[in-house]
C-alpha cells in the first residue's frame, strides 16, 4: 500500500479506537467483495440450465423474470436461495470485519439478505435487515405478517427440481389466504415487517439517537445508489450534524462525500478484504 493509504489506515484505526458508538452499513458491494457474487462464473457455474432455457444473464436480473409458472419460479427462486443463503458459508471479509469491531458499541443495518452478518459472528439482537432475509418465506399479498423458515422446503426443491421446474405439490401457498408466497425480500409494497423487524427498527433508531452527539463512527461498507435513503444519505447527515463524528467509507466507484463532511470522511477505494486486513494488523 502506498503511504497517503497507510495516512488513511491510521486515520481509520484511530477512528475506531476512539469511538464511542459505531454504527455499520452493509450493502450490496460488502457481499461482492466477500465473494457472494451475483453475476460472472459464480453465476454461469451455478444456474446453466436456466441460462441455457431462459437466458438469464445474472441473479439480480432473474429475480424479476416472469416465469410463466410457479413451478419454474420456484426452481429459479430455490436454487438462488440455497446457494446464496443456505450453501454460502461464513466470507473471510465479514468474519475479519466482525474481529475489527468486536470489543466496540456497534449496530448493523443492512440491505443484504443473505445472512453474512450473523454468520460471521455479529449477535442477532444487533442487526437490522431492513430489506428482509433469504431464509423466509412471506405471503406474497402480505395478509399477515407472519415470516415462514424455508430452509426444509428450498432443500427439497432444489433436490426434486427437473428440467427447470419443480413438483407442483411443493409450491409454497399461503397458510391463511391460500395464495402465492414470496421470498421475504422487500420487492414490492407487500413487504412483511413482522414483530421482529419493528424491534429491530426501534432497537437501530434507539442506538442512533444514543450515538448523536458522541464520538461516533458510521462505517459505511460497499452501499451504492440502488437504495441510498436507507444507508448513505442517512450516514452523511449524521455525520454532518455531529462535530464528533467520522464517516469511514468503503466503495470503489462513489467515494466521493456529501459537501461539508470532507474532513470527517475516510474513504477507501481499493480492495476491501486488503484493506479489513491492513486495518486488523
Known amino acids: 500500500m502506498n503511504p497517503i493509504d497507510q495516512q488513511l489506515i491510521q486515520r481509520a484505526k484511530s477512528a475506531i479506537g476512539e469511538a464511542e458508538y459505531i454504527v455499520i452499513g452493509g450493502g450490496a458491494g460488502l457481499s461482492a467483495a466477500a465473494g457472494i457474487e451475483y453475476s460472472g462464473v459464480r453465476f454461469t457455474r ?53 474481529q475489527w469491531v468486536q470489543n466496540h458499541n456497534y449496530f448493523v443495518i443492512t440491505t443484504n439478505v443473505d445472512s453474512q452478518f450473523e454468520k460471521a459472528g455479529f449477535p442477532q439482537h444487533q ?27 428450498v432443500k427439497a426443491m432444489v433436490q426434486h427440481t427437473v428440467d427447470c421446474r419443480i413438483p407442483s405439490e411443493l409450491v409454497p401457498k399461503c397458510p391463511v389466504c391460500g395464495g402465492e408466497m414470496n421470498p421475504h425480500l422487500r420487492i414490492d409494497q407487500y413487504f412483511v415487517q413482522d414483530g421482529k423487524w419493528y424491534e429491530r427498527n426501534a432497537s437501530y433508531n434507539e442506538f442512533l439517537r444514543a450515538a448523536e452527539c458522541k464520538k461516533t463512527v458510521y462505517l459505511e461498507l460497499g452501499v451504492g445508489y440502488n437504495t441510498p435513503g436507507i444507508i448513505r444519505y442517512p450516514f452523511e447527515k449524521l455525520t454532518y450534524r455531529n462535530e464528533h463524528a467520522t464517516l469511514i467509507r468503503f ?22 478484504q486488503e484493506v479489513i486486513t491492513s486495518l486488523l494488523n
Open 251 to 272: 466503495n470503489r466507484h462513489n467515494p466521493e462525500g456529501m459537501e461539508g463532511n470532507e474532513d470527517k470522511t475516510i474513504s477507501f477505494t481499493g480492495d476491501m
Open 46 to 98: 451455478n444456474f446453466q440450465p436456466f441460462i441455457e432455457k431462459y437466458g438469464l444473464t445474472d441473479m439480480y436480473s432473474s429475480g424479476f423474470y416472469p416465469f410463466k409458472t410457479q413451478e419454474e419460479r420456484w426452481a429459479y427462486w430455490a436454487r438462488h436461495i440455497s446457494l446464496n443463503r443456505y450453501e454460502a458459508a461464513s466470507t473471510k471479509l465479514y468474519t475479519d470485519l466482525h
Open 127 to 153: 442487526i437490522f435487515e431492513i430489506q428482509g432475509n433469504y431464509g423466509y418465506l412471506q405471503c406474497a399479498a402480505g395478509c399477515h405478517d407472519k415470516l415462514y423458515n424455508n430452509e426444509a422446503l
